[in-house]
């Protein structure tokens, strides 16, 4: 079953901290991997998106990282900030699964001042 | 930037009525929308995927005559939920591709909290 697991579930830090949040899927044969964030009460934002055929995306103080033999991801938030509190989801686009991307149930951050 | 808004943001009804939640794409034509379900603590989930003009595609598992989908333009697609139940009680979320953007474009609405008593 193709699957997407995000770890942790919840993470708190001080401003400032740097952090990684991790996205492990099943399976190899991805079309790509794309990192989102969800506010309450709003929709989902695209962050970076990773085509499979790339190894790292960047913008600001966002990178994400992929590595298909292992089947993980991370998303590094560099100098976090009260502004980055939000749940980010990982999702995957599997050759096998279509058009659907494949959600993970996402880490909430919380950042505080 | 890309909207898409959803209406109502929260609908609150008696188990067995219908419920109609919008998906509106406010400035660009939308070719694919999609229909998401997110129970609390769990996964979004894809439910169906409409392209404009013609019937969804539903995911294994997702009753079709019970979540009724229409796609009737460029800028709005519509569920139904259909003599709602309890169990129906969830987020739903919809998401829309651009017709000029490439496959792995998708801007999300706000979300529709659905509950059923």
């Known amino acids: 079953k193709q699957e997407v697991t995000q770890i942790p579930a919840a993470l708190s830090v001080p401003e400032g901290e740097n952090l990684v949040l991790n996205c492990s899927f099943t399976d190899s044969a991805i079309y790509n991997l794309q990192w989102f964030r969800q506010d309450p009460g709003k929709g989902l934002t695209s962050l970076l998106l990773i085509q499979s055929s790339q190894r790292e995306q960047t913008s600001g103080r966002l990178n994400a990282s992929l590595d298909k033999s292992s089947g993980r991801s991370t998303l590094y938030i560099a100098a976090s900030q009260p502004g980055d509190s939000a749940t980010y989801l990982c999702a995957v686009k599997y050759i096998q699964a279509g058009t659907a991307l494949i959600f993970g149930k996402g880490t909430t951050l919380s950042v505080s001042s | 930037g890309a909207v898409v808004s959803q209406h109502p943001s929260r609908v609150i009804c008696k188990s067995g009525t219908s419920v109609k939640i919008e998906c509106r794409s406010l400035?660009?034509?939308?070719?694919?929308m999609f229909w998401y379900r997110q129970f609390p603590k769990q996964s979004l989930m894809l439910m169906a995927t409409s392209n404009e003009g013609s019937k969804a595609t539903y995911e294994q598992g997702v009753e079709k005559d019970k979540f009724l989908i229409n796609h009737a333009s460029l800028t709005l697609s519509t569920l139904t939920v259909t003599s709602a139940h309890p169990e129906d009680s969830s987020f739903y979320i919809c998401?829309?591709?651009?017709?000029?953007?490439?496959?792995?474009?998708?801007?999300f609405g706000p979300g529709t909290r659905l509950t059923v008593l």
């Open positions: 998401s829309a591709r651009p017709r000029d953007r490439g496959i792995d474009t998708q801007y």
């Open positions: 400035d660009f034509q939308a070719t694919t």
